[in-house]
């Protein structure tokens, strides 16, 4: 198909511009024209979302709920969010929507993918982990443009709304750009970090799509290497059920892992320094430390995303920490921090945590985003170093130590305790 002034090619040179179609798909398009392996597709500029408010009349609303506070701009929040699901999309970008579906299930046997690309997400200081919306084994046009309005509705979601406000950013700075690309089939998905706070890389790895890390459901495989490429360290996770793609594995939702599978690591050392070699591509060409996903299908591995990643160098911890019980996991990658466990076992309790506490939960969501302004430090017994959650952590500089197994039952509720979010320890006192 050829492109319009709303579409262009993930290929294209329109689009590597954050200003029409987001950090997330320029850095993307980046690696892609620089050689890196990427998944193709297809873009959607964020004035079409911008047409789309005008023409289903959402403007004035919109405008409303950015000049007004508290309970008095719900009414108009609601009336963006339901108009941008049920308004008919106007003609000037429902076409061009409808050439990329026919374009996209032209050349491939697989689902589709339609992702986020707000203009704020994934810029430094901004990664909006989590706080949007992918779609993932699209089937029908149908289900594509549905997909298309959820992550436009999302910009106005109450999650998104907080997390901008916490940032100091305005809706009004920002506009929902898209993405468009075939599903990867993978048999392997993961993230990275090019930098940790000792100075090394980090890779996590998990059977099938990547979700689940992302959600915090498992605890993914843990490889360190070396700025050099050398492997340093191997550790496999708890991987007990895996996310397929709908067509090719049954079921689109989770399923459970066998043991022996689940206990195994998913990359062999040759598989994790090739990857890692990648990561240091990615990193020199966007020329700062950078937070990878990726996944790996039959023909080799794919760059799915790459953002700013924020480092710190590793702090030292009081001696008095190190001659109290402890226990390891994953670190998110920066900081230390202590104060009074705050154990929870359902989000219902939430309630509980104060300012100053130390979160000690068992899934990391994206969901628990909403304590990050008030806690010290997070402890979960599921979820990796590049989980949603810890992104979040990292950029706000909260100290997070994930696949902690049996924290919620080994470490006592309202105890003095410590976290290292570099060596990725958990300390209490008794």
Request: hydrophobic share 40%; aromatic share 4%.
């Amino acid at each position: 198909m050829e492109t319009n002034d709303l579409i262009a090619r993930l290929g294209d040179d329109a689009a590597t511009d954050p200003a029409r179609f987001g950090p997330k798909v320029a850095n993307q398009a980046l690696l892609g024209r620089a050689g890196l392996p990427i998944q193709s597709g297809f873009c959607l500029d964020a004035e079409a979302y911008r047409s789309q408010l005008k023409a289903a009349g959402l403007a004035d609303a919109a405008a409303a709920a950015l000049s007004l506070q508290g309970p008095d701009v719900r009414p108009y929040i609601s009336e963006v969010r339901i108009g941008l699901f049920q308004k008919p999309i106007t003609a000037a970008v429902l076409k061009p929507l409808c050439e990329v579906w026919q374009e996209l299930n032209r050349h491939t046997a697989t689902t589709a993918v339609v992702r986020s690309s707000a203009l704020m997400e994934d810029a430094a200081g901004s990664t909006f982990a989590g706080q949007f919306e992918t779609f993932l084994g699209l089937e029908t046009q149908d289900d594509f443009l549905t997909a298309v309005r959820a992550c436009w509705a999302a910009l106005w979601s109450s999650r998104a709304l907080q997390y901008m406000s916490s940032h100091a950013i305005s809706p009004a700075d920002t506009a929902m750009a898209l993405c468009f690309q075939p599903l990867v089939e993978a048999r392997v998905s993961g993230g990275g970090m090019s930098r940790t706070g000792d100075g090394n890389m980090m890779l996590s790895a998990t059977w099938g799509l990547g979700t689940s890390i992302a959600q915090g459901e498992v605890v993914p495989d843990h490889y360190r290497l070396t700025r050099d490429g050398e492997l340093l360290e191997a550790v496999a996770g708890q991987k007990q059920h895996s996310v397929a793609c709908a067509r090719h594995g049954g079921a689109s939702s989770s399923k459970s892992t066998a043991k022996d599978v689940s206990a195994a690591t998913c990359l062999d050392d040759r598989q994790a320094i090739e990857l890692g070699q990648l990561m240091l591509k990615a990193e020199n060409l966007l020329g700062v430390p950078v937070e990878i996903e990726w996944a790996l299908d039959e023909s080799g591995f794919k760059l799915l995303q790459g953002r700013p990643l924020r480092t710190e160098p590793a702090q030292v911890p009081d001696e008095i920490w190190s001659r109290h019980p402890g226990l390891s996991g994953q670190p998110s990658g920066i900081g230390w921090a202590s104060g009074r466990s705050c154990v929870i076992h359902c989000e219902c309790e939430l309630a509980r945590v104060a300012p100053g506490d130390v979160l000690v939960t068992r899934v990391a969501g994206p969901a628990l985003s909403q304590v990050l302004t008030r806690v010290a430090g997070v402890v979960a017994e599921l979820g990796g170093s590049t989980s949603h959650l810890a992104s979040l952590a990292r950029e706000r500089g909260i100290p997070m130590v994930l696949g902690v197994l049996d924290a919620t039952r080994k470490i006592p509720d309202g105890v003095p305790i410590g976290v290292d979010g570099v060596t990725g320890v958990v300390r209490w006192q008794r």
